[in-house]
């Protein structure tokens, strides 16, 4: 710029100007430097003329296209290649060809052919002579020759069908060539984008891919097989979580005694309840049930809030048994169901919302306490309601001037996603009933929970009135439902037909799923540490936990969700059972042992109930022995990996919980013993598998026995809050006696914690 004009910054301030792009006191500010030029009209005449100069060059690039097309018409009529019509979508700027004064490049669909008479073209294309040119009257209107030569030679534009949708398929030179309307390369990436997007969303492979090749009988059955074992591990882990909590013991029936007022320890109940755990279920809309019937209501004489309370008392956790002596809730959770059966009995018939939430909560509690029964009526009183609600709440205009009408509604489709739950925790606990019973009960009860599981998605999503916590909880939620149909449409949709090959690719695929929808969260829903790296120093693990802690425990919630999908995982192949004194790994020995172990009568009958589903020609035998062949060839690499990545979820998934152990009462519990007793389970059988091929360590048992003694304590602390529950005891005893058996050294030193014993907790930490 010229230093007689100032820039605006500088003009405003009255200072000097350098008249540089940026000026210095712009650049020394950091401000925006702009020049505002006024034209004279001597410049307006200048820029006038460039302009008509501009437009006079356009006119003469036209003019010589023209007149070069007149040549190209008159050469074509001389030697019977005439050329196609020039109209006016055909022209010098049209993008089926660019045309520059040193070389020429037309679309992939524009082939330019140099030819000579009775010869092929430099390129190797096979190409007619000016002989046959005239009996193909199709290809003579799509050439244009653009240069002649006096021996004979030309050259000649073919111009495709641009109204030609599909792509062509021609032999070049002894090869086959694709030619395509593809341009650039973004829209290379788009077709190939489309066309792995329909392979992805597809149950099976497309027909005009399957019709090329058969599928091996194998892969079906490694497909059918290994998706029901990886299934049946998450459904054996959530019937681990609930029936460690439903069992309470036959006793008369005792008004409690209350320390406090009964309205004060009823507040107190609800308060720990709606900041712990109802974040983890979000069952209702927390401001509307607040306002309708507590505080602007008489709790004491609410269903609602007598059923709730009654649910807390058998579903403890740190701040419910920090107001509740642990031996006494049992008869408090008796008492409070007692009062809101009364409240119901009379409202049993009343379709309102307080109604609906008694009903549900009695059917959870129903269930906490192993009463299948009557948690089914319950469940189905509360099912009822809901559909005479919905029909009630769908019609907004019926509601003008309710400002607690899109809370009501929340509550409904919240509830509707509870109860919803609560039928697939009730179906898993009558799982082992119906085994021993009726069969097809078992098989109705499991279509039941199949359809609960994987039926229509309900809706859950924040409205006016929940607070900022409750809405991120909903969102991680919502991301944590996403990762579970990622991981089941990886399971589903694979296909292998040997199985070392099946269970490598699909942990890696599982593991690459797991980390893009962990790295695809907020920064503020993850922790800031690496994933699978147990190696992370104490202080740097405790340090940055501690920092992700003080806000809210979504990332402790989120990365637990991440370890506990792969002890999942491990827990489908990594076997239970073992050979203690089967030879050496990989003999012919040893694969018969296992064979001989593991391959009972019903895994035949398994595989033989599968053969209508294959094309096998061969007998029930040769079917067997081709499944034995496939399914104990695994390869020591695979065992070595799996195994490896195991302990690795199994450590830190350990570490996470001990150190959600030292945080304040504030914060939301993330103990409910499901992922505690897959971590234990899952570290022991790594262990038991490498004692058994002579791996054991010392630095191995230490391992082990730290990563084990720790599920322990941690089992043995949430015993303390449930001393009632004879199935939880039960489980802890079998735990001390699978660590007693291959550590007596460390479980000499550990015994069993009593109910008002104080915690170390800082001991568990190796700070």
Known sequence: MSKRVPCNECREHKRRCSGESPCERCQKFNVPCVYTVKTSPRDEEYLHEIGLRQEVEELQAQLKFMENEVQAMRLGAMQQYPSPPTDSSRSEFSSSQSVSSHSFSFSPMVETAFLDDGTTSSGGESTATSDDAPNDKQLTKRRRLIAQCEQGGYAAVTYADEKQGGWQLKVKNNRLCIQTHIRTHAELLDNLQKIVSTLEFESKIPLFFNQCTDEDPMSVILRTIMW?????????????????????????????????????ITLQLLKSYLDCQNMWQISFHRHTFWKLYV????????????????????????????????????????????????????????????????YAYIGSYKLKVSQLDDTDRYYNMAERMLAILKQQYARADDFVGDPFYLGKAACISRLSQFVARGRVFSHLAR????????????????HAMHNL???????????????????????????????????????????????????????????????????????????????????????????????????????????????????????????????????VFGTAEFGARC????????????????????????????????????????????????????????????????????????QVCISNMRTELDGFDVAMRCYRIKRAFGLDSKHTREQYGQILSGYLEIAREFMTWVPHNSILCEQVRSMETNFQKYFPELAARARPLTRNEEVDIASYLNI
């Open 431 to 446: 799982a082992d009933l119906a085994h021993n019973g009726d069969p097809q009960a078992r098989k109705e009860g499991y």
């Open 295 to 358: 505080e602007n209501g008489n709790p004491n004489f609410s269903p609602a809030v007598m059923a709730i309370c009654a649910y807390i008392c058998v579903s403890p956790c740190r701040h419910i048994a920090s107001l509740l002596p642990s031996d006494q809730l049992v008869d408090y959770g008796r008492y409070y169901f007692e009062r809101a059966h009364d409240l119901l009995s009379d409202r049993f018939d009343e379709a309102s919302l307080e109604v609906l939430i008694g």
């Open 453 to 583: 599981v994987h039926g229509p998605e309900r809706d859950l999503v924040p409205v006016e009135g929940d607070s900022y916590e409750e809405i991120r909880y909903i969102q991680a939620y919502l991301a944590m439902h996403q990762l579970r149909h990622e991981a089941h449409k990886v399971v589903e949709r694979f296909h292998s037909n040997d199985m070392s090959t099946f269970i490598g690719t699909f942990i890696h695929q599982l593991e690459m799923v797991v980390r893009n929808w962990y790295m695809a969260l907020p920064e503020d829903f993850r922790l800031p540490l690496p994933l699978f790296d147990e190696t992370v120093p104490d202080a740097i693990f405790c340090e940055k936990a501690r920092i992700a802690s003080e806000t809210s425990m979504i990332p402790f919630i989120t990365t637990l969700r991440v370890y506990s999908e792969y002890l999942i995982l491990s827990k489908s192949y990594i076997p239970k059972t073992h050979v203690e004194e089967g030879g």
């Open 228 to 264: 029901k074992k990886y299934g049946k591990s998450r459904y054996k882990s959530m019937a681990k979580m609930i029936l460690l909590i439903d069992h309470q013991p036959d006793t008369e029936s005792k008004k409690p005694e209350f320390v406090v007022d009964e309205a004060t």
């Open 595 to 666: 064979r001989a172990a593991h391959y009972k009568d019903h895994h035949k009958q398994k595989v033989l109930a599968l053969r209508p589903l294959l094309d096998f020609d061969g007998t029930d035998e040769d079917l067997l022995n081709l499944v034995q062949e496939s399914f104990f060839k695994v390869t020591e690499e695979l065992r070595v990996a799996l195994i490896t990545y195991a302990t690795k979820a199994s450590c830190i998934t350990l570490r996470l919980l001990q150190f959600a152990r030292t945080l304040k009462d504030s």
